[in-house]
């Protein structure tokens, strides 16, 4: 797979990973983030991810990827991030201003104050109390 951008197969397997992870915990934020001179990583957040139960998190992630059993999808790139990290904000901002419907590329380069090359973030439930 191409670690210079993010590809097609990777976007679509992105997609289905936080449709079955939204099953599990209402996502806040789901976004692929990808940083220069890094690989993409797929970036979840939620207020029911907690000190308490971020291993068991982990868990879902590995046991949804090894449900999907797709060759575009290493659970070894999600991320997860907490509700007050300035990339969920961000995210969650965006999603307060352009509704989306469907996975948006985001043209920015700077995101959550981080470098970016490529932000791409899916349709979720948008928590009503985010900033």
Known sequence: ?????????????????????GKY????????GKRPDDEPMLY???EKITDQNFDVAYGEVLRIAAEMQNPNFDPFQVKIIWMNDPMTQDAISICHKFPLKLP?????????????????????EVPVTAK
């Open 25 to 32: 915990v209402p996502l806040s934020a789901a976004f692929w």
């Open 104 to 124: 948006t590329r985001i043209a920015r380069k700077v995101f959550g104050g981080r470098s970016m090359d490529e932000v791409y973030i899916y349709p979720v």
């Open 44 to 46: 979840i957040a939620s």
């Open 1 to 21: 797979m191409d670690q210079s951008t993010l590809v097609a197969e990777q976007l679509d397997a992105g997609a289905e990973f936080v449709e079955r992870m």
